[in-house]
């Protein structure tokens, strides 16, 4: 049985943030917009902490 889960783009930005990885951070805010890349940081910031997967540059795009 094969297992597939999707990740949304928030959890994706605090993996990026957890790997401090400013190419990939450019990367991932290329992709949203200033509005959507605002909502993501808010929600972060607000959350409580929360432990999210490691994830690449190439798992997050088209997760929308």
């Known amino acids: 049985m094969l297992k597939v889960e999707k990740r949304r783009p928030v959890d994706v930005l605090a993996a990026i943030l957890d ?23 808010y929600q972060l910031v607000t959350s409580p902490a929360t ?12 997760s929308c």
Do not use: K
């Not at 790997?19 to 940081?41: K, Q, W």
């Not at 432990?51 to 088209?62: F, I, K, L, Q």
């Open 19 to 41: 790997g401090r990885a400013p190419a990939t951070l450019e990367a991932f805010f290329r992709t949203y917009d200033a509005g959507e890349a605002a909502a993501m940081c």
């Open 51 to 62: 432990v999210v997967p490691s994830v690449g540059v190439a798992d997050y795009r088209g």
